[in-house]
């Protein structure tokens, strides 16, 4: 969070937990400096009215991943929809250096970068430009003290809304099984969104074409469970 913001307000209250981890390696250190200026949203400027013009090719939607981590599934579902755009917000150096290793590799033209706190980019984001937007097991913060930097809360709901189209999905996953209770309590509150479960398959089992993550494949190694919940915007 940099001075101009208010930590009292929800609409500035950063998210993230830590923002670097090991070094980086040089190839990926060349691409901070080389690759991510060309992927990189410039938050200084107004947003397009259509995210679409964002793309060297204008992709039929546009999907947001908030938080995504080592990029395993930002990067499987931009090879997997290339007609599809999709920008990746993350505040943390060593994430967006593992993205910015395979979209090079790969030749991604269809991914775009938010390098800092998903919060800023919220407020950039024009009203109903995003089809999709995936959260995929956010920082818990374990701690009742803590509990107002989830990300999921009344406000921050809101604001989500706000991005996406009507019918537009928000997709979330935790294996926090807290968290989940915490989550689902306030979508099922608002009135923005709705809740697409019919059956108890639907959240203990993945989206179809869902591509997993090493931090999924981690907690399920120590015994924990993911949920995958899916809401849609009303």
């Known amino acids: ?29 060349a691409l901070f400096d080389t690759l991510l200026p060309r992927l990189a949203l410039d938050l200084g400027q107004p947003a397009p009215s259509d995210l679409r013009g964002l793309f060297a090719i204008a992709p039929d939607t546009v999907r947001l991943e908030i938080g995504f981590g080592g990029a395993e599934h930002l990067i499987a579902q931009a090879k997997d929809n290339p007609d599809c755009g999709f920008i990746g917000s993350d ?7 593992k993205a910015l290793v395979a979209i090079n590799e790969n030749k991604l033209n269809n991914i775009r970068l938010h390098f800092g706190d998903a919060s ?3 407020n950039w984001l024009p009203a109903n430009a995003l089809a ?3 959260l995929l097991y956010p920082d818990p913060w374990p701690k009742r003290r803590h509990w107002k930097r989830r990300f999921i809360q009344d406000e921050s709901l809101h ?8 019918g537009g999905e928000l997709r979330f996953a935790t294996d926090i099984s807290d968290y989940a209770t915490y989550a689902l309590a306030r979508v099922l509150r608002s009135n923005e969104f709705m809740w697409t479960a019919e059956g108890a398959d639907d959240w203990r089992k993945p989206w179809p074409g869902f591509a997993g993550t090493r931090y999924e494949a981690k907690a399920k190694r120590e015994g ?7 809401f849609r915007k009303i």
């Open 159 to 166: 604001r989500l809304a706000r991005v996406l189209r009507p």
């Open 91 to 97: 505040a943390f150096i060593n994430g967006v250096a």
């Open 132 to 134: 999709r937007i995936d």
């Open 1 to 29: 969070m940099d001075d101009s913001q208010d930590p009292r307000d929800p609409s500035q209250r950063a998210f993230f937990g830590r923002r670097k981890g090991h070094p980086l390696k040089p190839r990926q250190a």
């Open 120 to 122: 800023g980019l919220l």
């Open 224 to 230: 924990r469970t993911p949920a995958y919940f899916e």
